[in-house]
């Protein structure tokens, strides 16, 4: 490992960190340009939002399902292209300074490699089992979108953040576009195509000036570190994917599919104020890396993140447990569009776990490797405590089971962090 990789992500750092950053502008984390980059991602979380019920009233119950359908169970793929790239990237870029052409180029291509073997087995599968385009269509959106976010992500680390900007605004026209072809007429298929069509050519349109340095391919002091650090960060994004992915599976396959438009509305809904929280920690990453980084501050995080995970254990359960009472009482005896506001006030009623359990996870993750391993293994145990709770849940409870099961998994997550991470001092 080179050295100054090495004092980036190694478990011991051998130097200290550069003394500054052309990496962090000094508007990356106010004014402006902080309210212009969440108004981009914001906008286009709205947008989107805005569509669906747009979308539903254009297909009806039945046409918006299947759409649904497919959208949610290609969550996963849009994360697992990602492959905790742009958190790998936020962390690691600021600490270095003579290898950032080179250590881009790597980033681009771990998100590339996934992409493209997600393509193949997405084409492969679909057209040896007959899926419908419309399948296929939304397996390859969720890869250029993860692949997207990756590359606006990346030039948000050097420095060059109003291309986010610009890159979400294009977005908002797209799905307006989508939108207004479905009011129109457009079926699911075109919708997708449309869609799919605006995200590659911005993947497309922001790869200059990334991939200049392919080098640092050949560099296995530059590649393993950064390949290690990504499958590590990925996890914590592909467990609440995969937490998503498997709750709208296990409905299909219980014969609810049915109910898969509501809880697609709701969560999307819902999930802006989730969405816009790890957007910001996004926004602000860098700095509190380098902050991390230089004042090695890992233990005292560490012991600071104990505390708030041992609140998670103690009152997280018999909270989710009495809001999903109330939230299945509610859906039962509402229709329509009421469904989709009961499951979503399920989902706000457990924001506290998913944002308790998303800032602790982030403050550890921007710790050193002994704790970024120790998020890992818990957001593994988080899916699998997941997909195990909407097994039982979700033929019990139907939809709101499912976003219960979601906030179970954050709760096993919590659990399983508090009984792994070493004990400090208090």
Known sequence: MGPELAAAGAPAATGPPPASSSLLPRGAIGGRLMLSLLAGRGGYRVATVLSNVLLLAAWGEAGFAGYALVMGGFTAVLYLTAFGVEKSALTLLPRVRRVRGELTAVFVALSAGPGLLALIGIGGYG???????????????????????????????????????????????????????????????????????????????????????????????????????????????????????????????????????????????????????????????????????????????????ARGLRLLALAGPPWVAAATGAAVWWYGHAAGTVQAVALGALYVACLPVFFGLGSLNFLLENGDRHTLRRTATGSAAGLAGAVLAALVLVPWLGAPGAIAAMATGDLVHALVLLLILPRTAP
């Open 127 to 305: 057209l040896a089992t007959g899926k419908p385009p419309m399948w296929l269509l939304a397996g390859a959106l969720a890869v250029g979108l993860g692949l997207n976010q990756v590359l606006v992500g990346l030039h948000r680390a050097l420095g060059r953040p109003w291309r986010d900007v610009a890159n979400h605004g294009v977005l908002v026209a797209a799905v307006a576009a989508a939108t207004g072809g479905a009011l129109l007429g457009l079926g699911p298929t075109g919708v997708l195509a449309v869609l799919l069509t605006a995200v590659a050519a911005l993947d497309l349109a922001l790869l200059p000036g990334l991939a200049a340095r392919p080098r640092g391919l050949r560099r296995p002091a530059l590649l393993r570190p950064a390949a290690g650090t990504a499958v590590l960060m990925s996890a914590g994004e592909l467990a609440a994917a995969g937490t998503v992915s498997a709750v709208f599976l296990v409905l299909d396959h219980t014969g609810r599919a049915g109910q898969s438009g509501p809880l697609y509305l709701a969560v999307s809904a819902s999930a802006l104020l989730a969405n816009a929280f790890g957007y910001l920690l996004r926004i602000v990453q860098p700095h509190v890396s380098l902050a991390l980084h230089r004042s090695r501050a890992e233990r005292p995080a560490a012991r600071r993140a």
